[in-house]
T-cell receptor, first 114, second 114 residues
Framework: GESVGLHLPTLSVQEGDNSIINCAYSNSASDYFIWYKQESGKGPQFIIDIRSNMDKRQGQRVTVLLNKTVKHLSLQIAATQPGDSAVYFCAENRSNQGAQKLVFGQGTRLTINP | DGGITQSPKYLFRKEGQNVTLSCEQNLNHDAMYWYRQDPGQGLRLIYYSQIVNDFQKGDIAEGYSVSREKKESFPLTVTSAQKNPTAFYLC?????????????FGSGTQLSVL
């Protein structure tokens, strides 16, 4: 089906803890995946991406894991800070007869407790 | 500074009125996009343009129209035919449509119905 969905709509963590945000996708032919961060009233910002030929990619305080067997993607944020509070959503790039399309998940709201 | 500018940040529409949302970019990008964002849902593609004087319908084009007379500008008109226009509208651009992993977003326009 046409859906990239998140398991949980909200996530609340203590400042300094690690956060894990999950995403399920349905199209096994998708060739890369992107995580975005969206703060209130702003446009989405690119965080990190991963190609389908990889299973892990690390950035600054963030790690994305891709499990193609179960079509699952996760974003791990280490030592969360108040500035990490935002909605996070994943997107998958689908190619169909040469045409590309990004399909976005609904988002997970991450709240950091002091 | 290079970037994408959307205006206005807030817009109100009266019954039966057409309104136009502005999107300008100085990134020298060929491809531009309009997405609609509703609470709890992923971004949905309204229209996109791969090059000047050309544009294609996205998944939810009904009730919307666009033009691409200049490379820098991709205005979106929400017509009276769009019966549920209240949403957050996001404009985005990338160097080429084949490079969706490098999509840059504007800061959005919140459209509400009076």
């Amino acid at each position: 089906g046409e859906s990239v969905g998140l398991h949980l709509p909200t996530l609340s963590v203590q400042e300094g803890d690690n956060s894990i945000i999950n995403c399920a996708y349905s199209n096994s032919a998708s060739d890369y995946f992107i995580w975005y961060k969206q703060e209130s009233g702003k446009g989405p910002q690119f965080i990190i991406d991963i190609r389908s030929n990889m299973d892990k990619r690390q950035g600054q305080r963030v790690t994305v894991l891709l499990n193609k067997t179960v079509k699952h993607l996760s974003l791990q944020i280490a030592a969360t800070q108040p500035g990490d509070s935002a909605v996070y959503f994943c997107a998958e790039n689908r190619s169909n007869q040469g045409a590309q399309k990004l399909v976005f998940g609904q988002g997970t709201r991450l709240t950091i407790n002091p | 500074d290079g970037g994408i500018t959307q205006s206005p940040k807030y817009l109100f529409r009266k019954e039966g009125q057409n309104v136009t949302l502005s999107c300008e970019q100085n990134l020298n990008h060929d491809a531009m996009y309009w997405y609609r964002q509703d609470p709890g849902q992923g971004l949905r593609l309204i229209y996109y343009s791969q090059i000047v004087n050309d544009f294609q319908k996205g998944d939810i084009a009904e009730g919307y129209s666009v033009s691409r007379e200049k490379k820098e500008s991709f205005p979106l008109t929400v017509t009276s035919a769009q019966k549920n226009p209240t949403a957050f509208y996001l404009c985005a651009s990338t160097l080429r449509h084949s490079q969706l992993e490098k999509l840059f977003f504007g800061s959005g326009t919140q459209l509400s119905v009076l």
